[in-house]
């Protein structure tokens, strides 16, 4: 799923280039390294990647040596539950009992044997137990900025219990004290037919939408299905009208390190600071200053006695936030566009 804003990154992330085309931590965008982690259990020609229509350019250029990828371009946006289940239909047409692995393009993961080693893991239950597998991570510390699933903590593939919206501080630490909560990845392993039936039940209204792509029997006919009838579709996630209700979900524990890289603040963390627990990117220097981020744009940053400060600079913006508030910065990018400010394209 590579069809997201990225608000939380501007101005790095913008319109044009949301955070999944970024190179943030490497050499390689966050959807190539997504896409190169994924090989080894699918091979280059079992890759699909929903994208934004205005992207199309991008998204060749991305996928471009690294995988023989299907490409499905979304006229519009609208949210996650139309992405997946347009890729089932599409999926259930050369194979029904085909298994899904369903993940965004921009997380970020260590450990990549203990990547492959739990999502085999979830196709197996996935085809034993005819639900929907997602990926649980045990929580590291009480973080208010993830969904959380509660589950039974036994080996294997255990029943979900809930599915529980973002917590406040106090809420948190009683779901990591408990250790039967975990971590909303969004990633999902099933069948094709079992996410197609449970998106009958609970979203009857998108299948009978997207069923016709059943129908379509060349890439044409159901890119052109698709222009036609996704602007129509409503705009609804996975989790809110499927996974909150279906009584076939179930958790397999995350056997690797996982981030989703939701903010400059978590960025931070993922890098390796100086003695000082600055990061810097670019030409920075600094005097008397600790805990800072510091991206510079190509011209020199100097900060002066600062401290757990975020300054992100690019060639037409300039970011200033204390660390912590980074999730804020999706604020001001509203701003920006009730606005109708060029900065946010």
């Known amino acids: 799923m590579a069809g997201g804003s990225g608000t939380r990154f501007w101005p790095k992330s913008r319109q044009a280039l949301p955070k999944q085309f970024l190179n943030i931590l490497g050499d390689k965008s966050m959807l190539q390294m997504t896409m ?7 091979g280059k020609q079992n890759i699909t990647i929903v994208g934004n229509k205005e992207h199309a350019s991008l998204l060749a250029q991305q996928v471009k ?3 023989d990828a299907r490409l499905v371009l979304e006229p519009v946006g609208r949210n996650t539950a139309a992405c997946i289940a347009t890729v089932a239909f599409l999926i259930a047409r050369e194979d029904p009992e085909g298994i899904l692995v369903i993940l965004p ?11 492959t080693e739990t999502l085999a893991q979830a196709a197996r239950a996935a085809e034993e137990t005819g639900g929907i597998v997602t990926i649980g991570i045990p929580p590291t510390f009480p973080a208010t900025g993830y969904g959380y699933i509660r589950a039974d903590t036994a080996p294997g593939a255990a029943k979900v219990e809930a599915f529980v919206e973002k917590p406040d501080l106090e809420t948190a630490k009683g779901y990591l004290a ?3 909560y975990f971590w909303n990845s969004g990633i999902f392993v099933c069948r094709a037919s079992a996410m197609l039936s449970e998106i009958e039940a609970h979203l009857p209204g998108l299948y009978v939408s997207l069923k016709a792509l059943s129908d379509c029997e060349t890439e044409e006919a159901a890119t052109a299905f698709i222009d036609r009838v ?3 579709l409503p705009a609804v996630s996975i989790d ?7 009584d076939r979900a179930y ?3 995350a056997g690797f390190g996982w981030s989703d890289v939701g903010s400059w603040d978590a960025l931070y963390a993922l890098s390796e600071g100086d003695t000082r627990g600055n990061v810097t990117k670019g ?13 510079s744009g190509g011209r020199l940053l100097a900060g002066v006695g600062l401290k757990d400060i975020i300054v992100v600079d690019t060639r037409d913006a300039v970011l200033v936030a204390p660390r912590g508030r980074s999730q804020d910065v999706r604020d001001i990018v509203q701003r920006l566009r009730d606005g109708k400010r060029e900065d946010v394209l």
């Open 240 to 246: 809110f009208g499927v996974m909150e209700k279906t």
């Open 251 to 253: 958790l397999v524990k």
């Open 65 to 67: 040596g690294i995988a």
């Open 283 to 295: 030409p920075v220097l600094l005097e008397d200053c600790s805990g800072c981020f510091m991206d």
């Open 178 to 180: 408990s250790g039967n």
């Open 36 to 42: 190169t982690r994924l090989l080894p259990l699918t």
């Open 230 to 232: 996704y602007p129509s």
């Open 105 to 115: 393009a921009d997380h970020w993961i260590t450990d990549l044997k203990g990547f």
